[in-house]
């Protein structure tokens, strides 16, 4: 996954957490607008999501972050 996404995937996880506390869930969705603008980093976050880390489609926030931290 590009370092930018990696980037706006942690501060959507973090956005998440703060509003909802730690046992907030959320999909790869979350890292977009809900618009198909970017489909090749959709397809990018979508097959580390699916193919790469097996994830199921809701997964806790805090987990996602720490995967995508362990990345870098």
């Known amino acids: ?3 930018s996404t990696r980037k706006k ?3 959507v996880c973090n956005a998440k957490v703060a ?3 730690d ?3 959320l999909s790869f969705y979350a890292f977009f607008a809900n618009k198909n ?3 090749e980093t959709l397809m990018e ?3 580390w999501w699916i193919k790469t880390e097996r994830l199921d ?3 806790k926030a805090l987990k996602i ?3 995508i931290e362990k990345m870098e």
């Open 1 to 3: 996954m590009r370092a």
């Open 9 to 11: 995937a942690i501060e």
């Open 19 to 21: 509003a909802k506390g």
């Open 23 to 25: 046992n907030v869930g």
């Open 37 to 39: 603008n970017d489909p």
């Open 45 to 47: 976050a979508a097959e």
């Open 57 to 59: 489609h809701f997964e």
């Open 65 to 67: 972050k720490d995967m």
